[in-house]
């Protein structure tokens, strides 16, 4: 299964899911639609599960949320760990910690440059595993969200790897 999305004024991104995955709802509130096209919150776009393998769900953020140059680059914005502390809470759903992070890497693809992450929270919404992926394209972050528990994380952590590396803008 392809995803390819746009919404609002989000560029068109993509990723790859197994086939067993299904789309969920997201509340109105949550999804930007509410406040659309000026909105100064993060909204989410679009969510899937698969409950023995974990979440996935792609999270938008203006760009005037982090700075104040238009166009800018996931560069622009500072180092990884600056911008995973500014959009962490994003990943989680509730509270972000820097202990939580276990590593950052950088990855280009094209002149597109991609911040990925990998978390282990034990106090998050999402699950205790989280992978993410940023970049900023236009006047918004995209932030790509990868989420396990731990016994799905056990069973299904290259799976959930594999979609994280297959998200692009």
Not at 40 to 68: C, D, M, Y
Not at 83 to 103: M, R
Not at 129 to 155: C, D, I, Y
Request: aromatic share 8%; net charge neutral.
């Amino acid at each position: 299964l392809k995803s390819s999305l746009v919404a609002g004024n989000v560029q068109p991104y993509q990723f790859v899911l197994p086939p067993n995955w299904k789309q969920l709802r997201i509340a109105n509130i949550l999804s930007g639609n509410y406040c659309q096209p000026k909105c100064a919150e993060p909204w989410i776009e679009v969510k899937f599960e698969n409950e023995k393998q974990g979440k996935v769900q792609v999270v938008a953020s203006p760009l005037i949320r982090l700075t104040n140059k238009p166009n800018a680059t996931i560069e622009d914005l500072g180092e990884p760990e600056k911008v995973i502390a500014s959009l962490g809470p994003f990943v989680t759903g509730n509270s972000y910690d820097s202990d939580e992070l276990l590593n950052t890497s950088i990855e280009k693809i094209g002149d597109q440059t991609y911040y990925k992450y990998v978390l282990e929270t034990p106090f998050a919404l999402t699950g205790s595993h989280n992978l993410a992926k940023a970049t900023a394209k236009g006047n918004t972050v995209v932030l790509f969200v990868v989420s396990a528990t731990e016994k799905q994380w056990q069973s299904s952590q290259k799976t959930l790897q594999a979609i994280l590396d297959s998200f692009q803008l």
